[in-house]
């Protein structure tokens, strides 16, 4: 990708990947060319394998969900203040905006209501719909042909 005025993320363009069909030149098709890149190389596995390792996989599998679930281990304010301490304050904000340099600013009180949401989360085990997405951006990997889609490193912010 290409960066071509500082800190406008509009202006962020990626060079024409070749794919099977052709030249991928608009953002939607070179999109299409990195999604369907990433989908071949994820494919569940068809082709079975050795009998004893499926047998092994089976019943590690089996024992597992007969097991009872063991409650989740909460977390505690102190464990969310040393979470928030450990933060790059060079790092860019989520899509809150909030700047990471805030974080370590918050006082103890906001510390122990983040703390109490997630412990909800864990006890309820229910997580937040916006927790599950995430942009997904593609980094060319050094030395490679950025005109093909195997050439990136998808990564999510």
């Known amino acids: 990708m290409e960066n071509d005025r500082a800190g406008d ?6 060079s024409h990947q070749v794919t099977i069909g052709g030249i991928a030149l ?14 071949s190389q994820f494919q569940p596995v068809t082709v079975p394998s050795v009998p004893a390792v499926i047998e092994t996989v089976d019943v ?13 281990h909460l977390t505690t304010p ?3 203040h040393e979470a928030i301490r450990g933060l790059k304050v060079s790092k860019a904000p989520g899509p809150n905006g909030l700047p990471n340099r805030a974080l370590k600013h918050l006082p103890k009180r906001a510390v122990s209501l983040l703390a109490r949401i997630f412990k909800a989360v864990l ?9 599950k997405h995430a942009r997904v951006i593609s980094i060319l990997k050094p030395g490679k042909d950025p005109a093909q889609p195997s050439s990136y490193r998808p990564i999510s912010l």
């Open 26 to 39: 608009s953002d939607s098709e070179i999109a299409e060319a990195l999604a369907n890149n990433l989908e």
């Open 78 to 80: 102190d464990e969310v």
């Open 60 to 72: 590690a599998l089996e024992s597992y969900f007969l097991s009872p679930a063991s409650e989740p």
């Open 123 to 131: 006890r309820t085990h229910h997580i937040p719909p916006t927790w």
């Open 9 to 14: 993320e509009s202006s962020y363009s990626i």
